[in-house]
């Protein structure tokens, strides 16, 4: 089993930042890819960005150039840098696991809100 626990989200101005964090309980997180989606209200939730175990990366296309997602293997932490945030940025954030260990399993965090005012 895994746990995932996200922190950082809050209210933010437009064009300011906030760093999310997400530390998972378990044995998976180094061999696991790792991501972040988000969910606007009224919207489906969407990908963000997403991070293989050895690191490559990939990004939607509304979040290129100013997100940036990082991990950190040994502290089983996976982070999102959020920088130049926008109104449209505003939704509840989701730490994403997925394990291939013995099938395919989806874990998910609780979420964390952002919003970002005008």
């Known amino acids: 089993q895994v746990q995932l626990v996200e922190s950082g989200g809050g209210l933010v101005q437009a064009g300011g930042s906030l760093r999310l964090s997400c530390v998972a309980s378990g044995t998976l997180f180094s061999i696991s890819p790792v991501g972040w989606y988000r969910q606007a209200p009224g919207k489906q939730r969407e990908l963000v960005a997403t991070i293989t175990r050895i690191g490559n990366t990939n990004y939607a296309d509304s979040v290129k150039g100013r997100f940036t997602i990082s991990r950190d293997n040994a502290k089983n932490t996976v982070n999102l840098q959020m920088n130049s945030l926008k109104p449209e940025d505003t939704a509840v954030y989701y730490c994403?696991?997925?394990?291939?260990?013995?099938?395919?399993?989806?874990?998910w965090g609780q979420g964390t809100q952002v919003t970002v005012s005008s």
């Open positions: 994403n696991l997925v394990s291939t260990v013995g099938g395919i399993s989806y874990y």
